[in-house]
């Protein structure tokens, strides 16, 4: 059974930063995609960003230039570090894995971002 465990977030102010990280029970070489997704209450969840098993990264535009996605292939772990974060990235963050043609979820981690 694969499993993902999300840690990391919690209430920060504004331009603030966080690093979430997603621990995975299997080897994260057996990744073909890492990323990161949030769902704030009302909308959709979107991906905010994702890493490619050869480190290819792409980032919402919403996020480009404040968040950095990476893996950490001796940890089987993969991270998002959040810099000047906004009331806006308010949101239940989730990792995601695609391993042999399936996804894999975590449970989440709620990411408030308040004064």
């Known amino acids: 059974q694969v499993q993902l465990v999300e840690s990391g977030g919690g209430l920060v102010q504004p331009g603030g930063s966080l690093r979430l990280s997603c621990a995975a029970s299997?080897?994260?070489?057996?990744?073909?995609?890492m990323g990161w997704y949030r769902q704030a209450p009302g909308k959709q969840r979107g991906l905010v960003a994702g890493i490619s098993a050869r480190g290819i990264t792409n980032y919402a535009d919403s996020v480009k230039g404040r968040f950095t996605i990476s893996r950490d292939n001796a940890k089987n772990t993969w991270n998002l570090q959040m810099n000047s974060l906004k009331p806006d990235d308010t949101a239940m963050y989730y990792c995601k894995g695609e391993r042999y043609w399936r996804e894999y979820w975590g449970q989440g981690t709620q990411v408030t971002v308040s004064s």
């Open positions: 299997v080897s994260s070489l057996e990744f073909s995609f």
